[in-house]
């Protein structure tokens, strides 16, 4: 009862804000997102019958508080539908910077879920295994499955699960990774969305912004879509930042990748988008052809940078990949 996954994590494109069931991790409203490779999570994970106690480990920390409650969700979730009732040891490590805004904690729950439902023996398809996943992070969901994916809403698992979105963009797209180290807090965010005047304008005009990339993914649109991306991120941003904490997550660096991104556009006629989910360092969307210019470029702000492109669904590994 001992399984290996791995799993890439998502960049959001149409980005989802509040739970309207925070146990089940049930948000407001649909999200869009795209998975990142070759950035990504492995887990292992364990059922042992002699196990009194659950150990989880990530990138060699045991996990303790808020965090293990969450993967307390997942676990505890797999072992009532499997009907067993083992201990589990758990170890995820992550080959990308964590905690700075590039959807780690999708990639683990997805990982995790992944490795979870294959050592418990469970027979489920990647859409049904995002439900899982989903009950640690809701982004997750959308990792599951992979590439181009859509989390639908709902209140139940039969409705809010992902899927994913065929569209042509897989094989040009080319993500720079702008990093700009700053502590975030995705969860206290999300806690209180429905708290900020600017929440029901943007539940308002949510719908139709799904509608518009889901549209221009299957048009192959990329400056539709990425377009529609870039102004997403302002909106979450928005909302956020009106909340009662008025959280800013965005540093100078930030803004200066920002203005840098609309020069290319404008000056250079580069297709070429920022985006950001809740943290400060940034995605810059491009295609094959101009990445190294626009890498150079960002670069030139002061801040690491890897290119990363589209990545797959969550996988099983082969046993020798096992971390234990």
């Avoid at 991120?233 to 200066?256: D, K």
């Avoid at 203005?259 to 094959?288: K, Q, W």
Wanted: proline fraction near 4%.
């Amino acid at each position: 009862m001992k399984a290996t996954a791995k799993a890439h994590p998502i960049q959001g494109l149409v980005k989802y804000h509040g739970m309207r069931d925070e146990e089940l991790r049930l948000p407001y409203h649909d999200s869009i997102s795209v998975c990142t490779a070759p950035s990504h999570s492995k887990t292992t994970v364990e059922f042992e019958p002699d196990r009194t106690e659950d150990s989880y480990v990530i990138d060699g920390e045991p996990v303790e508080g808020r965090g293990a409650e969450r993967i307390d969700a997942v676990v505890d979730h797999v072992r009532e539908v499997a009907g067993i009732d083992h201990g589990v040891r758990f170890e995820s490590t992550n080959n990308f910077p964590t905690n700075i805004g590039f959807g780690s904690s999708s990639s683990g729950f997805a990982a995790a879920a992944m490795a979870l439902v294959e050592a418990a023996g469970l027979d489920m398809t990647r859409p049904e295994i995002s439900t899982v996943a989903r009950r640690g992070s809701s982004s997750a969901a959308r990792a599951v499955t992979g590439a181009f994916s859509h989390l639908r809403t709902g209140m139940n698992d039969k409705d809010c699960r992902s899927e994913r979105i065929e569209t042509d963009l897989d094989d040009d797209l080319r993500i720079v990774a702008g990093m700009v180290p700053s502590y975030k807090e995705t969860e206290a965010a999300h806690e209180e969305a429905a708290d900020s005047h600017m929440f029901e304008a943007r539940m308002a005009h949510i719908h139709g912004q799904i509608s518009d990339m889901r549209d221009a993914l299957y048009d192959t649109d990329f400056d539709r879509a990425f377009e529609l991306a870039e102004h997403d991120s302002l909106s979450l941003a928005a909302t956020t930042m009106t909340g009662p904490a008025g959280w800013v997550y965005w540093q100078p660096r930030t803004i200066e990748i920002f203005n840098t991104v609309r020069e290319l556009r404008t000056e250079r006629d580069l297709p070429v988008y920022f985006s950001v989910d809740t943290g400060a360092s940034v995605y810059i969307n491009t295609t094959a052809d101009h990445v190294d210019e626009v890498e150079a470029a960002v670069a030139d702000c002061g801040v690491d940078t890897r290119v990363w492109e589209v990545g797959g669904p969550a996988r099983v590994l082969d046993s020798d990949a096992a971390l234990f």
